[in-house]
């Protein structure tokens, strides 16, 4: 009697300009061709470093990071005290697919050739429940978007199928056991905090999305609740159940990026490193007998 077939997933966490890391990752899984994955499910920056990966465009991430997140008309603290948004995703969505869009037709091609599924997290604000949506090439640029709305930073309240929808974070930025509810029995989460992370309540941050969320009692909740769901998802990947192999490749706590972090030469080093980590996991995963 012949062995179920075990399904794998790459699950990769969002977190603003802390995903460069991922980017890094992803980028060594690239250039050596490592694709051996069933499901990818990501969030925020994480599912845009995902769908680049997919599209086989191995380079993007960086460049569209050092061409276009670097820019004040992207993050810029002033706006946001005047009452715009610290993070204009409009014009970052506006540039990238003017000038670096996404090769749609590979991408989909990938993913329907191999068989593959990919997922892109958002939030409901109505439900404060987790969306996890199925992208096609009509959709997955808006659904990226939404996915990477980052409350009260974005100011504007986007829509997916007409209902109010933003980051995918607030409810599950390590989707790592939706991956698992999925079928997936052999895991690898990309991480865009180190290992040791812990995630705390912040009551003045949850008092600003009091004030800004008032008419949405379902995503407050999530908000409440969000650092005990987020370690929860922590303590899957470090201790999943019998029968599942979780790989966990995160920063080191040393790195120096932040979720807002414009500094050129730091997101280069972040990048490097992810490289670095992604090119261990590689020789890793060799060593122990894996196909790639």
Not at 132 to 145: I, N
Not at 262 to 281: K, T
Request: glycine share 8%; with cysteine.
């Amino acid at each position: 009697m012949s062995e179920p077939i075990k399904k794998s997933a790459l699950v990769v966490e969002g977190g603003g300009m802390r995903g460069i890391f991922a980017a890094g990752v992803l980028h060594a899984f690239g250039r050596a061709g490592f694709d051996p994955f069933d499901l990818y499910i990501g969030v925020s920056a994480g599912a845009c470093h995902l769908a680049s990966h997919l599209a086989g465009q191995h380079d993007r991430n960086l460049s569209v990071t050092l061409r276009y997140s670097l820019s004040s008309r992207f993050i810029n603290p002033w706006r946001f005290l005047r009452g715009g948004h610290l993070m204009d995703l409009d014009w970052m969505w506006e540039q990238t697919i003017r000038h670096d869009r996404l090769d749609l037709t590979a991408l989909f091609e990938t993913l329907s050739r191999r068989n593959k599924e990919y997922r892109i997290v958002a939030t409901s604000m109505e439900t404060g429940k987790a969306l996890y949506l199925s992208p096609g090439p009509d959709t997955l640029e808006h659904y990226l978007k939404v996915s990477s709305a980052i409350p009260v930073l974005y100011r504007k309240v986007l829509e997916v199928e007409g209902e109010k929808a933003t980051d995918g974070g607030v409810v599950d930025a390590i989707p790592a056991r939706e991956a698992h509810r999925r079928g997936a029995t052999d895991i690898t989460v990309i991480r865009s905090r180190p290992a040791g992370y812990v995630k705390k309540e912040n009551p003045v941050a949850l008092m600003v999305l009091a004030l800004y969320y008032r008419k949405y009692p379902g995503l407050l909740e999530s908000f409440r609740r969000r650092a005990d769901v987020y370690n929860a998802a922590v303590r899957f990947v470090h201790c999943p159940p019998p029968g599942v192999r979780v790989a966990e490749i995160a920063p080191p706590p040393e790195l120096d990026v932040g979720r807002t972090t414009r500094d050129e030469a730091r997101l280069r080093v972040a990048f490097e490193i992810g490289m670095d980590c992604g090119s261990r996991y590689l020789r890793a995963h060799a060593a122990d007998g894996n196909p790639g």
